[in-house]
């Protein structure tokens, strides 16, 4: 399964089931196929969100690089982190909020 998040006030954010579960329970809701995220929540949302990235940044070893090779990744190069899977809903969050819209899913 997939998440497409919708806003009238954005561009749809697709995202693979691991990742979407991972960004909507670091906002505290609870994974489903469908649902809404009302524009007054959004801020409460964002900074959630932003917790989990720091306590998610807090347990990565430093150190680890990306690939010198960038089409073959190397054994080491570092794994997408939370920070980069959420940005382009929190960015869609912001958006959302500043107009006043609703983001949906699974409708």
């Avoid at 998440?3 to 693979?16: C, E, H, I, P």
């Avoid at 989990?52 to 070893?61: E, G, I, N």
């Amino acid at each position: 399964m997939a998440y497409r998040f919708q806003s009238k006030a954005a561009a749809d954010v697709l995202m693979l089931q691991a990742a979407g579960d991972a960004v909507l329970a670091a906002m505290g809701l609870v994974p489903a196929s469908k649902g809404i995220i009302e524009a007054p929540a959004m801020l409460s949302a964002i900074r959630s969100i932003e917790a989990a990235v720091a306590r998610d940044a807090a347990l990565r070893p430093a150190g680890r690089g990306i690939a010198p090779d960038a089409q073959a990744p190397a054994e080491d190069a570092e794994p997408v982190s939370l920070r980069q899977r959420a940005w382009p809903l929190v960015e869609m969050m912001r958006r959302a909020h500043a107009a006043g819209e609703a983001i949906v899913w699974g409708v």
